[in-house]
């Protein structure tokens, strides 16, 4: 089993440093899903969610949520993202909204935690442009999906058909 990073000897909680650690391109790709009633899918399909364009509030939202995720999540680094990649797609067999997020960076960490906000962020926002609609909708399976670059290498979710 892999070694937690940010824990010091005594088990506390520190920001890593990666100073030492040299420069290089890092993609991730995070996935999520958003779960709603087929007349609600409709809406947002059709463009007459009550709150505007949910395809586009929420593709800025995971874009700007990738930007601020170091102000989120706990011992994060500030990366200085190169590229954020925001994809919502409909699935008629869920009924619902598949949202698939990238991020790049060239430096010295990783950018999982970025795509991961930005899929999670995208997903919450779908919620809130169409909850009038659907209470009821869920968000499902926000997960990394794949990484590249970096100590570790490329890695590649054995289950995902995407």
Do not use: N
């Amino acid at each position: 089993m892999a070694t937690l990073t940010h824990l010091d000897a005594s088990g506390e909680a520190h920001m890593v440093d990666v100073s030492e650690k040299p420069d290089s391109k890092r993609v991730a790709v995070a996935s999520g899903a958003v779960v709603m009633a087929a007349e609600t899918l409709r809406l947002a399909l059709a463009g007459d969610a009550k709150k505007g364009d949910v395809f586009g509030v929420a593709r800025l939202a995971g874009i700007m949520a990738a930007k601020k995720t170091h102000e989120l999540i706990p011992l994060c680094h500030p990366l200085m993202l190169s590229q954020v990649d925001v994809e919502i797609e409909p699935d008629h067999a869920l009924p619902g909204l598949r949202v698939r997020a990238s991020a790049t960076v060239t430096g010295k960490t990783g950018v999982e935690m970025e795509a991961l906000t930005a899929a999670s962020v995208a997903c919450l926002t779908i919620y809130d442009m169409l909850k009038a609609a659907d209470r009821a909708m869920r968000i499902e399976a926000v997960q990394l999906v794949e990484k590249h670059g970096g100590k570790s290498g490329d890695w590649r979710r054995p289950d995902d058909a995407a």
